[in-house]
């Protein structure tokens, strides 16, 4: 079912009496780049889900494995462009005088489209990170070697991203979260709003009054505790959101 056009009507009224914009987004922004999502159909790589392999556990046992999955996504990512979506959310920057996105996206996907703050919740797919020395530096190399080594201390090198019972970095995790609290409007994109804390972000902007609105293509666990859902692709909604204000 698609978003219906009062619906629309009414974010574009919140969006344009909001001074304060928080934007969380999840993979369903990066979906209609050819990024695919994590959950559902799309998040299969040979067979095993993206999710196993995204944890310390997977790259202890079998790093080469826990590599070759991010380096066949890091290949992807250098054949794909932003999308409507991530335009759209550029042009909302532009617009409001204050706006912060919030991404669990490791894409790169808007720093490429222009968005000037963001934060990264869970890292950047073209960092990577000593497990010796702990030095983090950007490699954009689109192939690294099946286990890449530090050039520094010669010890493995991992993606510098948050898997799975790893702590965000507590820096950027008190951004977000002050970012929410403190909205007048937040939009959340594309999100199964299943992982925390990114999920809760969502709850602390609607406990401080602001007004949440999310699209996505399909009813997820916040839809009943939020004010407005715009069912359908965000390439799609996003665009209209910008129109006529
Ligand atoms: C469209 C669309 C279109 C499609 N238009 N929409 C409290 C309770 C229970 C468990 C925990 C808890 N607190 C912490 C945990 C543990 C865990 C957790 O949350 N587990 C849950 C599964 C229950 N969290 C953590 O471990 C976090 N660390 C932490 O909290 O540390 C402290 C702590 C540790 C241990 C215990 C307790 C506390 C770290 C989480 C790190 C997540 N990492 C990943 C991988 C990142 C690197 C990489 O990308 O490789 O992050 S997992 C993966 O999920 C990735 C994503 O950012 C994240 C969220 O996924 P997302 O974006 O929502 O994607 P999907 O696929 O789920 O959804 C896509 C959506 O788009 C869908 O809804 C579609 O409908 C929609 N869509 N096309 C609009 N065109
Ligand atoms: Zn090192």
Same mark, same amino acid.
């Given at each position: 079912m698609d978003a219906e056009v009062q619906d629309i009507e009414r974010a574009c009224q919140w969006l344009a009496t909001t001074e304060q914009l928080t934007v969380l987004t999840g993979a369903g922004v990066s979906a209609e780049s050819g990024v695919p999502t994590?959950? /559902?159909? &799309?998040?299969l790589w040979r067979g095993f889900r993206a999710t196993d392999l995204a944890t310390p556990e997977a790259f202890a046992r079998d790093p080469k494995q826990v590599w070759a999955f991010y380096n066949w996504r890091r290949q992807l990512l250098a054949s794909l462009k932003p999308n409507p979506a991530h335009e759209a959310l550029v042009r909302l920057e532009a617009k409001l005088p204050q706006f912060i996105l919030v991404t669990?996206?490791? &894409?790169d996907l808007h720093r490429r489209a222009g968005t000037r703050?963001?934060?990264?919740?869970? /890292?950047?797919?073209?960092m990577v990170r000593c497990t010796g020395c702990q030095t983090v530096s950007r490699n954009e190399d689109v192939w690294l070697p099946e286990l890449p080594s530090c050039d520094d201390c010669g010890a493995l090198l991992r993606p510098h991203v948050v898997w799975f019972g790893e702590q965000l970095q507590p820096a950027i995790l008190k951004s977000a979260v002050v970012a929410s609290r403190t909205c007048q409007t937040m939009l959340v994109i594309g999100?199964?709003?299943?992982?925390q804390p990114a999920a809760s972000l969502a709850i602390e902007a609607k406990a401080q009054g602001a007004r949440v609105i999310e699209v996505n293509l399909e009813p997820t666990v916040h839809s009943h505790h939020l004010d407005l859902v715009l069912q359908g692709k965000a390439g799609v909604l996003l665009p209209q959101l910008l129109e006529g204000w």
């Open positions: 994590f959950r /559902g159909k &799309d998040g669990q996206n490791i &894409d703050k963001l934060i990264e919740l869970h /890292g950047n797919i073209w999100t199964s709003a299943i992982v």
